[in-house]
């Protein structure tokens, strides 16, 4: 039945109201929740110090941490970088709730949640940087190389980042701090690999070779040939109460801790290390509990050097910890009688002493040592022969007091192949022994420079010598009047049989010292006076 046009026109209109009436609230919804995402969104990302400010007077509020992990997985990519970088202000406290949320995470906060402990790690202190590190690899592992690299980069950056802020502090405190920059990661474990064979060739020369490291490979292993598989890694969704517990353990533990973990975690040949470096320590050190601390910080040592030190239990030590130590230096030092406990390396590249030396039982813990050096000091007997139970491959003596009893002594190391004196008192027949067996054992390195070129040793008939092939201009010898072909006989007193006596004799002597030749020119014999010259690298 049709309806009279007024009563379709009510219906009309009440229609219109009805609707506009439902529509009303839904008009104004939108603004109200923008203006309420705005507001959250300007809390989470657009004031961050705000966040900071709250966290530090509330180190620890449940609700906004939640709220945050929830906006890892917002709609708005805004949204989640905001949420993120408030989470890495957080800073070391939100580790447990972080790593909670991982096991229920999508992949887009899975990876965000590696971000975040990276950033925590990397704003942080050591242990804050050992321990995210530590979880990021229980949680995610090392499934490929680029993960590992990633892993190996940022451990990297921190150990720089140490190392520097470590130095500037050590150098305030007057030690002196140096390394080569150059030499990182694969390369370090190549020089430390080299020093190694170079310390252990004494012991395989007498079996008739000498060990040469060629290469090495860090990076993955080989058995009869065949390729070794990565590590494999344990997802931590398998067992999840088992990998909190891991967690529970890493945050609550400490550096240490962390670093145990870590090793066992991150697969040996991902790690990095910084090269090593040279440390002098200054005079008055009495282990300091904040300079070991910043020595720690340093990373591996090289090399230790210590000045006008008293070489007390702290120093013996803190020396007993140093790992991977190739050089150690002692300058001016008082060894005193706690010095009879100190305890060398068992292998050591270089071994220094100068002004003192301890007593003969410090050797007893040395096992090889590839060179060492003396100087300006006395070397007794008992010394010279725990010396000798070690194997050195090569020994310097500079300005060494030292008896003929003390030199057997030290050649009689077996594998020894070099000995090397300058500013030494000595006489030649007490080496007359060594250079029946070998030759070529000692050799002189003198300071004082004479001029002349050699050698052409004379034998036999009623004299014996070394002839001169010839004398450099603008040199002592030359300014004493020397010429090619004279034959020098003696030199101040002592016979000269060849040429090495020459230059054993002249090592004994300083630059500005004279000394009185004998030589023998055609059938004269004339005696010169030389006063001696420096030596120079460009001699």
Known sequence: ???????????????????????????????????????????????PNETAAETSTNPYDTDSVEALLSRLDSPSFKDREAATEALIERGPEILKPLTIHFFNSS??????????????????????????IAIIQLLYGAQDSQSQRRLAKLQHQWQITRRAEAAKKLSRMGFKFSFRSGMQGQETALERARIEMMVRAAAV?????????????????????????????????????KSIMKIERIITGDANDSREIMKGLLPAHSQTTLSPGNLEIPEGFEGDEEALRLIDDLGALSTLSFRKQQIDASIKNFISRQRFLNGLEFIDCDFGDDSKSLSFPASIANLGFEGSMPPAAAFRSVGQISALRLSKLKLDADTAAAISRCRVQTIALDEVEFSKASIQKLVSITGLF?????????????????????????SASPKAFLGVQGPIDIGGGDFTGCQISQVVAGTAAADAGMQPLDIVTKMDGTKISQFEDLRLLISQKRPGETMELEVRRGERTIDLKVRLGQMTPTR
Not at 424 to 438: G, P, S, T
């Open 1 to 47: 039945m049709n309806s009279p046009p007024q009563l379709r026109l009510r219906s009309s209109l009440i229609a219109i109201a009805l609707i506009a009436f439902v529509l009303a609230p839904h008009t104004d919804t939108p603004t109200v929740h923008a203006a309420q995402e705005q507001g959250t969104a300007g809390k989470v990302g657009s004031a």
């Open 107 to 132: 992949s887009e906060a899975g990876w965000r949640i590696h971000r975040i402990l990276e950033g925590i790690g990397r704003n942080g202190n050591e242990e804050d940087f050992l321990k995210s």
């Open 205 to 241: 020369r007498e079996l008739g070779g000498i060990e040469i490291a060629t290469s090495a490979e860090p990076m993955r292993g080989t058995d009869n040939g065949q390729e070794l598989a990565d590590p494999k890694w344990e997802n931590p969704r398998n067992d999840r109460l």
């Open 418 to 442: 070099r000995v090397t004196m300058s500013l030494c008192k000595f006489e030649l027949e007490w080496l007359e022994d060594i250079r029946k067996r070998n030759p070529n054992l000692i």
